[in-house]
């Protein structure tokens, strides 16, 4: 069976990417010394440090699989909530940054492969509508069903935790890794068996089994047929991201189509 080619935007050091199987991943990563830890992590990888929105733009069409993680701060709930509004860090107004939903919007019209853009919850209602699991969203052309057998972070206090503990939780050995703020890359990273649901939910035939998956008792939601809405009536249509995870609220992403409650 030939490997599926797989774009991996904002790479990062590769946590959505640690257990994939049967891939042949281009990595895209700015910075030189995160990227130079995701290749020692993953030598088989091919890694690019640039800028992953250009890339995007210049090669989609090279690939099977496009997994994007663009950068998540203008956008996040914790930072603008406990930051800004409360004051505990010293955070100050951002843009939200819209190159998320030009991903998004291109993604749905120009690639014929399996996409998939995740992001933090955000702070405003999503101008999109995403799935939610865990703390994260995905906006994707394909189902990702809420599986509530995913613990949520505990972004409160993940300060605390030394960085020890953070290399145990997301299984990364950063002990020799330099020019790197390791506390905000290990936080920065997505669960990696989060990474592989979401990527087996794109080809269930391909990997069908997930690494300590989550128990039984883990609810699945029933998506039921979504409602059509073209883009210029998505303002409209804004959801609450407290409810993106009901099961009346999944998106069935069809041609040409942005689907939205």
Excluded at 16 to 42: C, G, M, P, S
Excluded at 53 to 73: G, Q, R, V
Excluded at 237 to 250: C, E, G, I, L, V
Aim: include cysteine; hydrophobic fraction near 35%.
């Amino acid at each position: 069976m030939s490997k599926i080619k797989v774009l991996n935007l904002y790479a990062g050091i590769g946590g959505n990417r640690k257990l994939w199987k049967n891939v042949d991943v281009t990595a895209v990563e700015i910075d030189e010394n995160i990227a130079k830890v995701y290749q020692d992590h993953f030598p088989e990888d091919k890694v690019v440090i640039g800028d992953a929105h250009k890339y995007l733009l210049k090669h989609f069409k090279e690939f099977d699989f496009i997994w994007s993680s663009p950068p998540c701060p203008s956008h996040s709930q914790f930072r603008y909530r406990c930051g800004y509004r409360a004051g505990w860090y010293d955070d100050k107004p951002l843009f939200p940054d819209m190159k998320l939903y030009e991903e998004i919007i291109f993604l749905q019209y120009y690639f014929e492969g399996k996409w998939v853009v995740e992001n933090v919850e955000s702070y405003y209602k999503p101008l999109i509508k995403p799935y939610f699991v865990q703390r994260h969203f995905f906006w994707s052309n394909f189902v990702i069903p809420n599986n509530t057998g995913f613990k949520k972070d505990d972004i409160r206090n993940r300060e605390r935790k030394t960085i020890e503990e953070k290399q145990e939780q997301y299984g990364f050995d950063l002990t020799n890794s330099e020019g790197i703020e390791k506390r905000k890359v290990l936080n920065n990273c997505v669960d990696s068996k989060l990474g592989l649901y979401v990527f087996n939910c794109a080809y269930k035939d391909v990997q069908q089994t997930i690494v300590n998956p989550p128990t039984s008792k883990s609810k699945i939601l029933t998506l039921p047929k979504a409602k059509t809405i073209n883009m210029r009536d998505e303002a409209s249509a804004m959801p609450s991201p407290k409810d993106a995870s009901h099961p009346s609220h999944h998106p069935n992403i069809k041609s040409n189509k942005i689907n939205l409650l």
